[in-house]
Structure formats: C-alpha cells, structure tokens
C-alpha cells in the first residue's frame, strides 16, 4: 500500500511509540499484514440493525468469558456453586452475567407480583411489604463485594485448582440499589430487648441466618438492583439482604421474612455449617467479617503470559471486609522480596480495589504473589500462619497468600509457598 493515508498512518504509529517510551516491543508496520492490507467483511458490508439485540450481550469472540462450575463438588447443579472468571475481568465491577452462583435449591423464580416481605416477631407492628411497598422507601446505591466464606476452601490443605476462577472465583462486586435494613425495621417499630434478627428466603431451602441488630442497623441493605437494572433471578430477584463485608452466606437472596428475637437461632447455616472446626474439635463461630484478602489475576493459570520476554502488566484485586485495602505488595520470588503494588480505580469500603505491577519480565520461572493490608493495618498472612492458628480442618476463610508458578515458557500453575 503506497498511498499516503498509510505513510502517514505509520508516522503517527512510531511517533507514538517514540512519545511514550516505547515500553512495549511493537512489530514494524508489515506491508504485507492481511489484516491491513485486506478489507475485512465488516468494513465492507452492512452489519446488524438497531433492535436486533434489544438486551445486548457480549461480542461472539468472547463466549470463553463464562461462568464455570467444577463438577465433582457437588452432586447435583441445584445444590452447588459456579465461579467467576476473575482472570476475564477489568476494574473493579462485576458484569452481572458474569456473578459467581450459590445455591442451595436453585435459582427461585419468584413472581413479583407475589413477592411479599414480612417482618414479624419483637416488633411494635407486625408487618408485609410487597415490591412496590419497599420502593416507595428512600434508598441508597452502594458497591460491596459479596464473598463466599468457602472461597478457597478447596485450597486449604494444600495448591488443587489450576485458575484464579476456581481458588478465588466465589467473589463478585456490584452496585446495589435498596433501601436501609434500618427503616424497615423503624417502620415496624422494634421493641426493648430485640438484639438480634433472622433473615430468611423464599426458596425451597428456606436458607435462614441470625445478624445481630447492631449490623442490620448500620448498614445492611434490602436490594432490589444491581449495576443498574433488576437484580438477576440467580442473585435473588426480586430482593435479597446485603450484609456488607460479611460472608456471603448471610445474604439472603430471595428474602421474603425477618424475625426479631432476642437470641440467635443457631440454625443449620451457622452450626454444622458456616463455622471453623479447630484442632481441639471445638467450633469456632460467628465469623461473620471476611479478612482482607488479594490475589494476582492475571498471569494466572487460565491467563498465561502470551509474548516472549519483556515489559508485562501483573493484575490483580483485593478486598477486606472490614474496610478499605491500603496497599498491595507484590513478589515476584515466592515471598522473599516484595515491591507495592499501584492501586488504580475507586477505593471503597467492603469493596473490590484493583492493583497493578508492571515489570520488565526477563523470561525467567517466577513465584508470584500479592498481600493485602487494609486500613485497619491487617496484613494478609501465608497459608501456613492461617493453619498454624486454625489447624488443617478448616473449609471456611481461607484467606492466605496464593502463589503462582510462571514457567519459562509462559504458562502458569497453581502452587503452595508458604
Ligand atoms: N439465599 C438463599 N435464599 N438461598 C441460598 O442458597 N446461598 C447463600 C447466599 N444466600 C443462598 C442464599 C450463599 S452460601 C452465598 S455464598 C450467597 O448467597 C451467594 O450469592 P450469589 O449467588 O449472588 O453469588
């Protein structure tokens, strides 16, 4: 091609390059690059008209963004969990499509024009909300992440799944739209010794958890949106409980009562599950907070580094549910040495943060890992340091260091140094 558009094209190309530090090794302007040189269907022929996708989806050369579940965890997909693909993800939003899955007995499709919302029990004035009800209240918009208290439960005993998606993957971050927990409750008048509340769903495990007042109080939330639109049927349509920093399980999604008691209920949820058995085989319970925690999504072993020796973007998120993450450090030799981490986007409580590290990668076998330390000044600990304090029994909140092994030749794997 000798036409000046092109000459000129290529100047702007290397006076680019020249302008920013040519940090990457970028090919030479090829002559004979098809994909230049060639006129593409796209930039000769009509495409789709307006309407042809009235919700829209993601391009068709992305379908690998999905989420993924591991088929021998569970028996069945109604009981069970998929996960999110964290090293496809940018920022600190998750996509709605993309929110990891939880249930116990599938995904209710609970009708909204029946929905109703109790709240029963110490209070003044028994009372029912339909959807409409609960819109009519003022409301807040506020972006938590919603983290499983499983999330690396698999890891615990030692490195097992080979991808960020499957060892941290029980983690989204969204905006919600909801009315304070604390109105409704105002509304509904609650009496002296009220201390403590149940929450439960519609659905056919009628999941129940006790939250103390002192937390559906101050910040949770009765949702009715996400990023935006309705929440999604798998995120509880057409309203769940948001229970910011605190484990996931206690977000009851399809919420359809809150009793006020005096006492927890010790329910199923928070007896034989959702509590840490220790070496001496007494449970720990009640820990609701989840601890500061961060991992390096990309490279990781779904996401490769793809070019040979050179300038490299290291990735990763990091969260705490008991407030902001402060810095990250990053090392590349399993621990020995660690640099900061440049954290990059909005820094909110009891949300998701997004870090950076970007180094010259000499092609050589690196153990990466990344530590978080919140603004309470909590470091996240190595694995070992969880264990020696928790014992080996643990599934729960397992929130120690992850390694990843780069290989000379670019690929990763999931690997324990502790
Ligand atoms: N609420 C009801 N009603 N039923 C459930 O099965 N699963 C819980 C919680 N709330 C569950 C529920 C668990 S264990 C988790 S981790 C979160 O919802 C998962 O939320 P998500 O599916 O939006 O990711």
Known sequence: MKSNKNHSRRNFIIGGLAASGSVVAAKALAADDP????????????????????????SKFVANVKRRNVEWLTASTESSVNFTPLHELEGIITPNGLCFERHHAGIAEVEPTKYRFMINGLVGKEMVFSLQDLKRFPRKNKIYFLECAANGGMEWKGSQLNGCQFTHGMIHNVMYTGVPLNLLLQEAGIKKNASWILAEGADASAMTRSIPMSKALDDCLVAFAMNGEALRPE???????????????MWIKWLRRIEVGDKPWHHREETSKYTDLME????????????????????????????A????????????????????????????NWRSARIDGPSMKQSVHRFYYEFDWNGQELLVQSRAIDSTGYVQPTKNA????????SIYHNNGIQTWHIKKSGEVENVEVS
């Open 386 to 393: 969880l264990r020696r304090i928790r014992g080996g029994n």
């Open 309 to 336: 020796r050179g300038h490299t973007i290291l990735s990763g998120i990091a969260w705490s549910g008991r407030g902001t993450i402060k810095a990250v450090h990053v090392s590349l030799d399993g621990g020995k």
């Open 235 to 249: 995120q509880g349509f057409p309203v769940r409980l948001v229970v910011p920093g605190w484990e996931g399980n």
């Open 280 to 307: 001496t085989g007494k449970a720990r319970r009640f820990s609701w907070e989840m601890d500061a925690k961060s991992v390096i999504t990309n490279p990781s072993p779904q996401a490769p580094i793809n070019h």
């Open 35 to 58: 994909a230049i040189t060639e006129k593409q269907p796209w930039s000769n022929e009509l495409g789709d008209g307006v309407d042809v996708r009235p919700y829209g989806l993601p």
